[in-house]
């Protein structure tokens, strides 16, 4: 439904009476566009992190392939996401860290996109401690322009870590946690 022939759209215009027409049509374009803008969302992280099983799970169904020892996304995978009449589009996208030759492809893509994301999802392991190769391709982003606010680090594959200290194996429950002097209570 235009934003114009709304009931909400005959409100406001109410309100901005008092202005001359075209400042108020300036205003009511500016709210239609920030009421029906579509954000766009990268997922990115190094392959086999679970960026296209987030996808899947997101969506409930099967649309990116995935395989536990190879990386399947090789180009862009654009997905929009739909709940009732607002919209989002989800970049899947492939995955760093494989071969310096394929991070090279990859990161003129990520140039590509980067002006059109609004935000990334950056997917880490939670299981892993290299980190190498997401530090150089985060850097790289940044100096290509990106918005460090735009980013999202996400953990993946939480129920492949081992249990915290303050978990008690033996009666599978945790450890009460000393409060530290600084702490309020």
Avoid at 42 to 47: A, D, N
Avoid at 106 to 123: C, S
Avoid at 136 to 146: P, R
Wanted: aromatic share 8%.
């Amino acid at each position: 439904m235009p934003f114009s022939n709304s009931s909400l759209s005959a409100q406001v215009k109410s309100y901005l009476t008092f202005l001359p027409e075209e400042i108020r049509q300036k205003i009511l374009e500016h709210l239609h566009g920030v009421i029906h803008y579509e954000p766009v969302i990268g997922i990115m992280g190094k392959s086999g992190t679970g960026k296209s099983s987030l996808c899947n799970a997101i969506f409930q169904s099967r649309i990116c392939a995935t395989h536990p020892l190879n990386g399947c996304t090789r180009q862009a995978h654009r997905l929009t996401l739909q709940l009732g009449e607002r919209r989002m589009t989800l970049v899947d996208l492939p995955g760093i860290g494989e071969t310096p030759q394929h991070d090279q492809e990859y990161r003129a893509l990520y140039r590509q996109l980067l002006p059109e994301l609004d935000l990334i999802i950056w997917i880490l392991r939670s299981d892993e401690r290299a980190y190498a190769a997401d530090i150089a391709m985060h850097q790289f982003l940044l100096n290509e322009g990106a918005d460090p606010s735009r980013f999202l680090f996400v953990l993946s594959h939480a129920d492949r870590m081992f249990p915290a200290e303050e978990w008690n194996a033996t009666e599978k429950n945790a450890r009460p946690v000393t409060r530290n002097s600084h702490w309020r209570q």
